[in-house]
């Protein structure tokens, strides 16, 4: 389902004599595949991207992020805008390695949500599952994970409930969010959703 978001602006510059792509097709060229534009353009049109959701207080729909996406590229060293030019590295995840965040309706509970986050080397799936709430007016997914597991390809090897969180699963609701992990979405898209979490770092991923 297509996101309610608006177009992004449509020029933007890395210095003041450097023009480059617009920003939107610089996060579209790098959610494919086979393109990969330089990292500091990426992270310059994270910022853009950003900084104008917040601008006109775009609110994204929670339908637009359920499915499952992979990271494509991350910028974890909180970028910003400095003398008012984009500042921050960033690099593309190795193909080797696959992570991916997936987001699904509750069974039980039609208003929550359920989290997937998941790394995969080779035949190792490392698998965190657990509540989580999308608050709209501000784009915020909260999240807890509450289980871990481990697979061997098909074959589960750990399958464990995580003590000690904030927030357990039955009492998530009810946990304020300046208490749990967080990404803040700022771009929805068809094909790649973008968020900034809770330790200030860039995220870009691509539909799987």
Known sequence: MPAATLPLERSMTLTNSA?????????????????????????????????????????????????????????????????????????????????????????????????????????????????AKFLPKKNLLAFDFVRVQLWVGNLPLVNLSLRGKVAKDSSFAATPVGQLPFFAFFAAEDDYVAARGRGGGLALWVKA
């Open 19 to 131: 023009p480059v792509l617009p920003s939107s097709q610089v996060l579209e060229d790098a959610a494919l595949a086979a393109a990969r534009p330089e990292a500091k353009a990426v992270v310059a049109a994270l910022l853009a991207a950003e900084q104008q959701t917040k601008k006109q207080r775009q609110q994204i729909a929670p339908e637009a992020l359920l499915g499952t996406w992979r990271l494509r590229f991350t910028a974890p060293k909180q970028p910003a805008y400095k003398t008012k030019q984009p500042s921050g590295k960033g690099f593309y995840l190795p193909r080797l390695a696959a992570a991916t965040l997936a987001f699904s309706r509750d069974a039980d509970t039609a208003d929550r949500l359920t989290i997937q986050n998941q790394l995969q080397v080779g035949p190792l799936k490392l698998r965190f599952t657990g509540p």
